[in-house]
């Protein structure tokens, strides 16, 4: 099986291209930045597909900077929008299969209780919407497709929270952080292994197709994540000390996209289905600082 991956410079993209030489998944797995493959460009598009002949295209390409994407609406929706529908485009005229990741933002963190694939989204900020945006262009243009919405993503490439906390951590002696978020942190190479087991298995099981939801498998807010941050830091010799955290709420560490509350997502319908294991994230963790030292 031959799998393309676009952002493969990502912090997923990365993983994938470093699980797919695990001979467990007899898998080859072409990877392109953006440099290579622009996927806002339906040529670029057309052109990279046409010559590498996947079995199946996973899109771990996205514009992720939400705080940005207030300012730069268009190449946000460009990136999360019209690239993932040119790619599905494309892909249902060859006939193949598409795996594209989205996002907790989707919804807006005023429910009670974890969100299932069934609960309407509703995001708040221009990130969210361009990543629902790009679902539902994935769905209209490509029956093929499996849709994995993630949250609080980090791992060993790329920019993520955990390696803002640990530079922050060596800088001050201590730190504010918002503590009435609450999600479930997601290793990025879980995320990885995950969408390299639904490829697979595409071949001898084609009936499942749509929207699951991947994330760690103990929610806990940011304030949470960043006392285990650096005590698991301070314990893999990567901090001498760890800071003091206090922790604050929304209101007091005001951005200029509104995050929501809650991104706890409910797994249910992936492990069922796939059999798959939630993020063992607190392992993960120690795997980045391992890989750090």
């Given at each position: 099986?031959?799998?393309?991956?676009?952002?493969?410079?990502?912090?997923?993209?990365?993983?994938?291209?470093?699980?797919?030489?695990?001979?467990?998944?007899?898998?080859e797995?072409?990877?392109?930045?953006?440099?290579?493959?622009?996927?806002?460009?339906?040529?670029?598009?057309?052109?990279?597909?046409?010559?590498?002949?996947?079995?199946?295209?996973?899109?771990?390409?996205?514009?992720?900077a939400?705080?940005?994407?207030?300012?730069?609406?268009?190449?946000?929706?460009?990136?999360?929008?019209?690239?993932?529908?040119?790619?599905?485009?494309?892909?249902?005229?060859?006939?193949?299969?598409?795996?594209?990741?989205?996002?907790?933002?989707?919804?807006?963190?005023?429910?009670?209780?974890?969100?299932?694939?069934?609960d309407?989204?509703?995001?708040?900020?221009?990130?969210?919407?361009?990543?629902?945006?790009?679902?539902?262009a994935?769905?209209?243009?490509?029956?093929?497709?499996?849709i994995?919405?993630?949250?609080?993503?980090?791992?060993?490439?790329?920019?993520?929270?955990?390696?803002?906390?640990v530079?922050?951590g060596?800088?001050?002696?201590?730190?504010?952080?918002?503590?009435?978020?609450?999600?479930?942190?997601?290793?990025?190479?879980?995320?990885?292994?995950?969408?390299?087991?639904?490829?697979?298995?595409?071949?001898?099981?084609?009936?499942?197709?749509?929207?699951?939801?991947y994330?760690?498998d103990?929610?806990?807010?940011?304030?949470?994540?960043?006392?285990?941050?650096?005590?698991?830091?301070?314990?893999?010799?990567?901090l001498?000390?760890?800071?003091?955290?206090?922790?604050?709420?929304?209101?007091?560490?005001?951005?200029?996209?509104e995050?929501?509350l809650?991104?706890?997502?409910?797994?249910?319908?992936?492990?069922?289905?796939?059999?798959?294991?939630?993020?063992?994230?607190?392992?993960?963790?120690?795997?980045?600082?391992?890989?750090?030292?």
């Amino acid at each position: 099986m031959k799998i393309l991956v676009t952002g493969a410079n990502g912090q997923v993209g990365s993983e994938l291209l470093q699980a797919a030489l695990a001979i467990k998944y007899n898998v080859e797995v072409v990877g392109y930045g953006r440099s290579l493959l622009d996927i806002t460009d339906i040529d670029q598009v057309k052109s990279i597909l046409a010559k590498e002949k996947p079995n199946v295209v996973i899109n771990a390409a996205a514009y992720t900077a939400v705080d940005k994407a207030e300012e730069e609406i268009n190449l946000a929706y460009a990136i999360n929008e019209k690239g993932p529908e040119n790619l599905a485009s494309f892909c249902n005229e060859l006939s193949i299969p598409l795996l594209h990741i989205s996002t907790d933002y989707v919804f807006d963190g005023s429910k009670i209780g974890a969100y299932a694939e069934t609960d309407v989204p509703n995001p708040t900020g221009i990130y969210g919407k361009s990543k629902l945006a790009g679902e539902q262009a994935v769905i209209k243009n490509h029956p093929l497709h499996y849709i994995l919405r993630v949250a609080w993503v980090f791992g060993e490439f790329g920019n993520n929270f955990v390696k803002t906390m640990v530079r922050l951590g060596k800088e001050r002696e201590q730190l504010r952080v918002v503590a009435d978020q609450k999600g479930a942190p997601t290793y990025a190479k879980d995320i990885a292994e995950t969408l390299l087991k639904l490829a697979v298995q595409i071949n001898s099981q084609t009936s499942n197709w749509g929207i699951y939801h991947y994330c760690g498998d103990t929610p806990i807010s940011w304030h949470g994540f960043a006392q285990i941050i650096f005590e698991q830091a301070k314990q893999n010799n990567i901090l001498t000390s760890t800071p003091k955290v206090l922790a604050i709420t929304t209101k007091e560490y005001p951005t200029p996209a509104e995050r929501p509350l809650n991104s706890i997502l409910n797994c249910d319908k992936i492990t069922q289905t796939f059999k798959l294991d939630l993020s063992n994230w607190q392992a993960g963790l120690g795997n980045v600082f391992n890989a750090w030292k």
